[in-house]
């Protein structure tokens, strides 16, 4: 089988996969509208691009937080990659260093951050705040020590969406597979799937302050994951944040929520350049690349693209995947008639 597009993969990755896993992966909340409008969104985006431009040399790469990546795409955190493939996490991590992009590493994965640091990839952790804040403070200093770069506060899942596949087929930590960065905490007499874990660990009361207490004592810069509406961003900007992360999680939370890429500018126009904005859900092609940073993005992050790679080869399937997007992205500046990452017109995107 010939890979040429994202969508390969996301076909080919299901026969890898249990149907528990896939379903887990798949998914979303409700009717899953979000997870198709994720993709929708930006097919109905369409560019007006420049021509007549010098393109002969194009520069894909950009620099987040401080840090240099070969063009603006990084894994967003996905629990779980065990149930894809037994490298699980440790082959994401080799992917990413050798690709240059940065991994974000879920709270929930299948691999420690201990391991996972191992590999030398630039990597930021995602952080679910528990109920017990003597534990999610020992989460954080654990992944200041294993030497992560950025800590990515995920704040839209004070309670897990309506998922109704995982209510049919409740999903169950398989033998031989855990929890690590959970592992003192998490046992499967307790918590017989992971929806229980969340429910019983999670904290719904997490509010602002929460937030500017994790800024004023964490070394790590602390980006904001979730963030959909302006006066949200100005508040993250206020609250010492780093970064926000413009996202609907993948459609799995709140179905018939906006769009990553429609809330973007909205975001892009409330945060005025005061710190980096990212955005992910449904980005599956170069051009979605492309219109995400014409809309204000720094870089956008992908989720179940990374799992299906991994899925269908492992580290080499992963790199596949940011090969594919990274070919098609350069072909769209091109195309579009811009010559750099850093300088994508907000004017290739036709108004009508
Ligand atoms: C299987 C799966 C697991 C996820 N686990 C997490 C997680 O542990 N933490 C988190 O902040 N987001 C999680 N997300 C959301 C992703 O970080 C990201 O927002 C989303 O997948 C982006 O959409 P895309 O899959 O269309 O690229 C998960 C998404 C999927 C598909």
């Given at each position: ?7 390969d993969?996301?076909?080919?990755a299901?026969e ?16 899953n509208?979000t ?5 929708a ?21 950009t620099s ?11 894994v967003?955190?996905t ?14 991590a080799?992917?990413?260093?050798n690709?240059?992009s940065i ?10 951050m ?12 995602q ?7 003597g ?51 998490w046992?499967?007499d307790?918590y ?9 660990q ?26 959909l ?9 206020a609250?010492g944040a780093?970064?926000?992360i413009?996202s ?11 769009t990553?890429?429609?809330a973007?500018?909205?975001?892009v ?13 449904g ?12 809309l ?13 790679g991994?899925a ?8 596949k ?10 072909i769209?500046?091109?195309n579009a ?16």
């Amino acid at each position: 089988m010939t890979y040429i597009n994202l969508n390969d993969y996301a076909k080919a990755a299901k026969e890898h996969l249990t149907p528990a896993a896939y379903e887990y992966y798949v998914g979303g909340a409700g009717d899953n509208l979000t997870v198709s409008e994720n993709q929708a969104a930006f097919q109905r985006i369409k560019l007006l691009p420049r021509m007549l431009v010098d393109v002969s040399n194009r520069d894909l790469q950009t620099s987040i937080l401080g840090h240099g990546i070969d063009f603006p795409v990084i894994v967003a955190p996905t629990a779980m990659a065990a149930l894809a493939h037994p490298d699980k996490e440790v082959a994401i991590a080799r992917a990413v260093a050798n690709v240059g992009s940065i991994m974000t590493l879920s709270t929930m994965s299948t691999t420690s951050m201990e391991e996972v640091s191992k590999i030398g990839a630039n990597m930021w952790f995602q952080l679910y705040v528990h109920k017990d804040r003597g534990m999610t403070k020992n989460l954080i200093e654990r992944a200041e020590a294993a030497g992560f770069s950025a800590l990515v506060v995920t704040v839209d899942l004070p309670v897990v969406g309506y998922r109704e596949a995982l209510m049919r087929q409740p999903l169950v930590v398989p033998d031989g597979m855990e929890l690590a960065n959970l592992a003192q905490y998490w046992n499967q007499d307790e918590y017989p799937s992971v929806n229980h874990y969340v429910a019983a660990q999670f904290d719904p009361s997490l509010t602002w302050a929460d937030i500017e207490d994790f800024v004023s004592s964490t070394t790590l810069p602390v980006l904001i994951k979730g963030i959909l509406r302006p006066d949200d961003a100005e508040r993250a900007v206020a609250s010492g944040a780093s970064g926000i992360i413009v996202s609907n999680h993948g459609g799995r939370q709140l179905d018939t929520v906006v769009t990553g890429i429609e809330a973007l500018p909205y975001v892009v126009e409330a945060v005025d350049d005061a710190i980096d904005v990212l955005m992910d859900g449904g980005v599956r092609r170069g051009t979605d690349i492309l219109k995400a940073l014409a809309l204000g993005a720094n870089a956008v992050l992908i989720g179940r693209p990374v799992l299906w790679g991994l899925a269908v080869d492992g580290q080499a399937g992963v790199e596949k995947v940011f090969a594919i997007l990274r070919k098609e992205y350069d072909i769209a500046l091109a195309n579009a008639g811009v010559q750099s990452s850093k300088s994508v017109p907000r004017d290739i995107i036709f108004k009508g």
